[in-house]
């Protein structure tokens, strides 16, 4: 990324922010002197109306941050089945652009009127590493399993613009353990990480599919930190690729020549070094914690 770019954009978002929200970069409240009302959802969408015609040019090139990305057919097919299907299951390699240009969706989706707002989530999974029960509200404590999701807002819209976004509803993060009973209509929800969802996290979350919604699940079947063994995702794709429901679901696999991120990450997927190291994993769903649950590992409590 261009940092002097990337500098310049989240000061200007920041600027936005706190001339009409009154927040700071960072989520944190400015002083009783700043505090302004916060934008109207309205105000929003018109503003990324503008920021999308200003980075896409006619040939579907982003120009942001100091990069041109040219979506590759993979990821061309990834932002036609968002348009088209109600569930979209993307599977592929690190750096491959599935968070990116499904953010890049939302947004669109959001400009466009499709969608009313945005639901991010993930499994509350830690990666080898037990940090412990997180302290903060439900937001503050999810936002480390989402964050990656809300990185790629920031490199297309800038972070201070993002969290205007989050403050007036236009982005939500919807934990799975809060999700039963719920419904999501003219939403664009997307579950990442989705290898480490539970089967019945990943059955669950289906169910709260609502009228004029997509849904996206996003993984990589072979980062699995939630158990030593196959992935609940591989199954889950499995069932719902069947002819059957071709009409609503579609499915991608990305691949090594979707790999943009960095030259080396391209390198370790073609040379399919990505993969776990066979015989050295010890993980198993015991292990796993809720980030959103003080009472501790209780599977029952994540769905």
């Known amino acids: 990324m261009g940092r002097d770019n990337r500098q310049q954009q989240d000061r200007a978002s920041n600027d936005f922010g706190k001339a009409n929200g009154g927040r700071q970069q960072g989520g944190h409240k400015s002083g009783p002197q700043d505090a302004a009302p916060l934008p109207k959802k309205e105000e929003l969408i018109a503003a990324i109306i503008k920021k999308i015609a200003a980075m896409q040019d006619d040939h579907g090139t982003l120009h942001t941050n100091g990069e041109n990305l040219t ?3 993979n990821q061309k097919k990834l932002l036609d089945l968002i348009e088209n299907k109600d569930v979209v299951l993307v599977n592929g390699p690190v750096g491959s652009g599935k968070t990116f240009w499904t953010c890049f969706a939302a947004l669109k989706g959001l400009a466009e009127g499709k969608y009313h707002h945005v639901a991010l989530t993930a499994p509350a999974v830690e990666a080898d590493e037990n940090l412990g029960f997180m302290p903060g ?7 480390s399993h989402v964050n990656q999701l809300l990185e790629s807002f920031d490199d297309l819209v800038g972070k201070g613009f993002r969290i205007q976004m989050q403050q007036t509803g236009l982005i939500e993060i919807a934990p799975h353990a809060f999700n039963r009973g719920r419904t999501y209509k003219n939403t664009l929800y997307i579950l990442d990480e989705s290898q480490n969802a539970s089967a019945r996290q990943l059955i669950t979350s289906l169910g709260r599919l609502g009228h004029k919604s997509t849904f996206v699940y996003m993984g990589d079947a072979r980062q699995n930190d939630r158990t030593s063994g196959k992935s609940a995702y591989v199954a889950f794709v499995d069932r719902f690729s069947d002819a ?8 991608v696999t990305m691949g090594k020549e979707d790999v943009r991120r960095h030259p080396l990450l391209a390198k370790i997927v073609e040379r399919d070094d990505d993969r776990p190291l066979e015989g050295f994993e010890n993980r198993n769903d015991s292990k796993i914690r809720s980030a959103v649950s003080p009472s501790g590992p209780q599977e029952h409590r994540l769905s």
């Open 137 to 143: 509200e439900m937001e503050n404590k999810m936002e």
């Open 244 to 251: 059957a429901y071709a009409r609503e679901i579609g499915t």
């Open 71 to 73: 979506p590759t057919a």
